[in-house]
Antibody, heavy 121, light 109 residues
Framework: QLQLQESGPGLVKPSETLSLTCTVS??????????WGWIRQPPGKGLEWIGS???????YYNPSLKSRVTISVDTSKNQFSLKLSSVTAADTAVYYC?????????????WGQGTLVTVSS | EIVLTQSPGTLSLSPGERATLSCRAS???????LAWYQQKPGQAPRLLIY???SRATGIPDRFSGSGSGTDFTLTISRLEPEDFAVYYC??????????FGQGTKVEIK
């Protein structure tokens, strides 16, 4: 059974780069069966799709974040990562990683438990 | 970009009652690639429905989804105490994929 776990700093300074890692267990990160994605949720607010990456290396980013986002895969560690540059307080959120079936359009499932990242000096 | 609008914002109901949640898209959602999630405080969202009407693994049959095109509905036939939560719809078939609605809170009346 696929399981995901986010990790990374809980506090990032404004203008710096937020970096998070998602460790995948119960499946291979390099499998063509899955896509991998990131979603965030500001405190007390709704969900926002950040982006996703497929086995082929294709990436899809939320247009509102595209200029600042990079999602990549590290097959040697069975992990994928998120980098968000030039952060501001508006980027404070719980960040979730998720996986999904890549064989057909499919919603993300399962999700990690989420990690809170606060942007503050 | 497809915009999803959920209504109502809050639904106040009693256990045992029927809940009807709406999700309207700004343009047609291809092949009914519409999902519903349940989120409780401090937890990650849980997938309930995909493909507009298919229940995810382990989801009780009191949860049902319907709709196509631009209008979708999540129905909870009889509310159990554990069903009081926030519900989100998401489209995942169009580019860019993954847009969420703003959520509907189902609270105890």
């Amino acid at each position: 059974q696929l399981q995901l776990q986010e990790s990374g700093p809980g506090l990032v300074k404004p203008s710096e780069t937020l970096s998070l890692t998602c460790t995948v267990s119960g499946g291979s990160i390099s499998s063509s069966s899955y896509y991998w994605g990131w979603i965030r949720q500001p405190p007390g607010k709704g969900l926002e799709w950040i982006g996703s990456i497929y086995y082929s290396g294709s990436t899809y980013y939320n247009p509102s974040l595209k200029s600042r986002v990079t999602i990549s895969v590290d097959t040697s560690k069975n992990q994928f990562s998120l980098k968000l540059s030039s952060v501001t307080a508006a980027d404070t959120a719980v960040y979730y990683c998720a996986g999904g079936d890549a064989s057909v359009p499919a919603p993300p499932d399962p999700w990690g438990q989420g990690t809170l990242v606060t942007v503050s000096s | 970009e497809i915009v999803l609008t959920q209504s109502p914002g809050t639904l106040s109901l009693s256990p045992g009652e029927r809940a009807t949640l709406s999700c309207r898209a700004s343009q047609s959602v291809s092949s009914s690639y519409l999902a519903w999630y349940q989120q409780k405080p401090g937890q990650a969202p849980r997938l309930l429905i995909y493909g507009a009407s298919s229940r995810a693994t382990g989801i009780p049959d009191r949860f049902s989804g319907s709709g196509s095109g631009t209008d979708f509905t999540l129905t909870i036939s009889r509310l159990e105490p554990e069903d009081f939560a926030v519900y989100y719809c998401q489209q995942y078939g169009s580019s860019p994929p993954g847009t969420f609605g703003q959520g509907t809170k189902v609270e105890i009346k």
